[in-house]
């Protein structure tokens, strides 16, 4: 973390971008290390974005290895970066993103 930036609290918030798209915002309601639960808010581009999400979801939950590289592959391919909502919050690009059900997101960075 760069000095003077404070670790992620809850109530922060952030824009989820690909590239110069907005995919949704993220608030931050828990932290249980090494992960970060936020409250997802989609925005219109999401739908573009969601098949990805959904097969990542579902590779994970079946536990398949296979399926789980090939779905983080096009989640790497996204180039997601959590732009910090206010002028003192923390720049982000996540290691890994997990967003369910259109409203629940975890990541981790």
Do not use: H
Request: net charge negative; with cysteine.
């Amino acid at each position: 973390m760069a000095a003077g930036m404070r670790a992620p609290e809850p109530g922060d918030r952030w824009l989820l971008r690909s590239g110069s798209e907005r995919v949704g915002t993220l608030q931050l309601s828990e932290i249980d290390q090494p992960w970060f639960r936020c409250e997802f808010t989609p925005a219109d581009s999401w739908k573009d974005f969601r098949p990805i999400f959904e097969r990542l979801s579902a590779a994970v939950d079946r536990g398949s290895d296979a399926e789980v590289a090939e779905a983080f592959k096009e989640f790497r391919d996204l180039k997601l970066r959590l732009i910090a909502a206010t002028q003192e919050g923390l720049n982000i690009d996540p290691v890994i993103l997990q967003i369910r059900e259109e409203k629940v997101a975890l990541f981790r960075y």
